[in-house]
């Protein structure tokens, strides 16, 4: 595709409810990023993909938190036991690949979740 | 704690005037890059500058890098109400994530 998209881009739910948000990252970027963003605060990294595998899954808040990637391409982020804590708006990104010193992170239009 | 932080936290300008943004971080870097994010969605890859380099230009764009104070600087040349947004500077820490500072609130006026 053209770009990173992000579906749904608006979630609201109720606490304690699970919630899946996907990401179809651009089409042969193999990594691929999950960030989260509070109002009005910068972006905390959550995890990221190189392929199916995430070498690093330090930024998970919690064990309600979980990522899957398949076939090197759409990420689903799921949340269960949705907290109000958890209300923000949920960025992916994509890269060629983790390379850093030399590739850019683009980025989706992020879902907002807002748990009640 | 983030590495990398900016300041001001929130700049207003006129159209016409420079804007200069701040950005301060603690570990050693690959890279510094600059990000903009408009209405608190997708953020745009703005600029690039490698740990070598010193200073970079992108448009209406100037980028420093002074790794021995370990900050950058973003400056806005000849401001435009379409420069509206937030702006994030982003250092890699010798990791294959970013981390991301809290941003700068740039307001330009018409």
């Known amino acids: 595709g053209a770009g990173v998209s992000q579906s749904p881009s608006n979630k609201v739910t109720e606490k304690g409810k699970d919630v899946e948000l996907r990401c179809d990252p651009i089409s042969g970027h193999t ?3 999950w960030y989260r963003q509070r109002l ?13 595998s995430a070498p690093d899954k330090s930024g998970l808040p919690s064990d309600r938190f979980s990522a899957e990637r398949t076939g090197e391409s759409v990420s689903t982020l799921t949340i269960q036991r949705t907290q109000q804590e958890d ?3 949920y960025l992916c990104a994509s890269s060629f690949s983790a390379a850093l010193s030399t590739d850019t992170q683009y980025f989706g239009p992020g879902t907002r979740l807002t748990v009640l | 704690s983030q590495q990398g932080e900016e300041d001001p936290q929130a700049l207003s300008i006129q159209e016409g005037e420079n804007a200069t943004m701040n950005c301060s971080y603690k570990t050693s870097i ?5 990000y903009r994010q408009n209405s608190g969605r997708g953020l745009v890859h703005l600029i690039l500058i490698r ?3 010193r200073e970079k230009h ?3 764009l100037r980028v ?3 790794t021995s104070k370990k900050s950058s600087s973003l400056l806005i040349t000849a401001s435009r109400a379409a420069d509206t947004a937030s702006y994030f500077c982003a250092t890699d820490g010798g990791y294959s994530t970013l981390t991301f500072g809290k ?3 740039l307001l330009v006026s018409p």
């Not at chain 1, 009005?40 to 199916?52: K, S």
């Not at chain 2, 690959?30 to 600059?34: D, E, G």
């Open chain 2, 103 to 105: 941003g700068t609130m």
């Open chain 2, 51 to 53: 740990s070598n380099e």
């Open chain 2, 64 to 66: 420093t890098l002074d």
């Open chain 1, 40 to 52: 009005g605060q910068g972006l905390e990294f959550l995890i990221y993909f190189q392929g199916n």
């Open chain 2, 30 to 34: 690959n890279n510094l890059q600059w």
């Open chain 1, 31 to 33: 990594a691929l990023y």
């Open chain 1, 87 to 89: 209300s923000a708006v």
């Open chain 2, 58 to 60: 992108s448009g209406r």
